[in-house]
Antibody, heavy 116, light 113 residues
């Protein structure tokens, strides 16, 4: 079954970091870029960046540069997104999505709550 | 960055009636190597991730009912639901997959009148 399965909800304090995982199955992991998109409560979709699982190359939105790190582990077909320096504005659902030019497959989302 | 602007922000349509959502990009998203427009539409229901409906502006994703139609080119695009069903109540987003950074419209909420 072709799917992306993400890690569970996290609660973090301001200033901390969070690492979210996205495990791919049912297709060739290294064949498709994976993107991260977030959605604050009641808000729209915000693109964060992409990773090429084949070689680990990444590209992130300017507003997240210096704060976001995307990595992958090909042995377990999993990509990771780590966001540091968390503030309450980072409270959101974080999605991974497969790139076939557009996004044809999405993870179920990982809720990150930042609260003191 | 390409700015995507949807209109309206919300609309209420009677069951069986037509719903039309517009999306305008701040620059052309025409991808000349494929001779196609790099515009996708997603449907998002509460508590669910976005679901791909339309890609390359007018190609319907497998399994999507044919009441959903995408049209347009260059900078102006439209998603039409020809006969609204109760299960179509959702937020709809347009998305340009022409260039990085990828950008989305702000969303259009569709409700039943």
């Amino acid at each position: 079954q072709v799917q992306l399965v993400q890690s569970g909800a996290e609660v973090k304090k301001p200033g901390a970091s969070v690492k979210v995982s996205c495990k791919a199955s049912g297709y060739t992991f290294t064949g498709y870029y994976l993107h991260w998109v977030r959605q604050a409560p009641g808000q729209g979709l915000e693109w964060m960046g992409w990773i090429n699982p084949r070689n680990g190359d990444t590209n992130s939105a300017q507003r997240f540069q210096g704060r976001v790190t995307m990595t992958r582990d090909t042995s377990i077909s999993t990509v990771y997104m780590e966001l540091s320096g968390l503030t309450s504005d980072d409270t959101a659902l974080y999605y991974c999505a497969r790139d076939v030019y557009y996004f044809d497959l999405w993870g179920q989302g990982s809720l990150v709550t930042v609260s003191s | 960055d390409i700015v995507m602007t949807q209109s309206p922000d919300s609309l209420a349509v009677s069951l069986g009636e037509r719903a039309t959502i517009n999306c305008k990009s701040s620059q052309s998203v025409f991808y000349s190597p494929f001779n196609k427009n790099s515009l996708a539409w997603y449907q998002q229901k509460p508590g669910q991730p976005p679901k791909l409906l339309i890609y390359w502006a007018s190609a319907r994703q497998s399994g999507v009912p044919d009441r959903f139609t995408g049209s347009g080119s260059g900078t102006d695009f439209t998603l039409t639901i020809s006969s609204l069903q109760a299960e179509d109540v959702a937020v709809y987003y347009c998305h340009q997959h022409y260039t990085t950074p990828r950008t989305f419209g702000q969303g259009t909420r569709v409700e039943v009148k």
